[in-house]
């Protein structure tokens, strides 16, 4: 069993930045592909990033590429990600999650999900 809580979201104008954490019991970056999902309001879920240790790879969403970076520090079993040039357009409720499929960017291929932060991006 894995438990996902993340952190570090909050309001910001745009061109700001934030980091995100998701703090895991057990190993969660060794055993998971473990991804940044959101979902904003009337919106359905949708994949953000995701990294790996097993082919030492992550994934980013075309809108987030160049400006959302995922990585992970294994001694403290925490995945981050640092959000900068934030835009309106990334106001949602940020998620972690830990699967088994490797690169899923769907989120019927998580198992393990956190609560959700909010990022609330202002013009």
């Known amino acids: 069993q894995v438990q996902l809580v993340e952190s570090g979201g909050g309001l910001v104008q745009a061109g700001d930045s934030l980091r995100l954490s998701c703090a895991a019991s057990?190993?969660?970056?060794?055993?998971?592909?473990v991804a940044w999902f959101r979902r904003a309001p009337e919106k359905e879920r949708e994949f953000v990033a995701g990294?790996?240790?097993?082919?030492?790879?992550?994934y980013y969403d075309d809108s987030v590429k160049g400006r959302f970076t995922i990585s992970s520090d294994n001694a403290k079993n925490t995945v981050y990600l640092q959000m900068n040039s934030l835009k309106p357009e990334d106001t949602a409720v940020y998620y972690c999650?830990?699967?088994?499929?490797?690169?899923?960017?769907?989120?019927?291929?998580?198992?393990?999900w956190g609560r959700g932060t909010q990022v609330t991006v202002s013009s």
């Open positions: 999650a830990a699967g088994t499929k490797l690169a899923a960017l769907s989120d019927k291929d998580y198992k393990f």
């Open positions: 057990g190993s969660l970056v060794t055993n998971y592909f």
């Open positions: 990294i790996t240790r097993i082919i030492r790879g992550s």
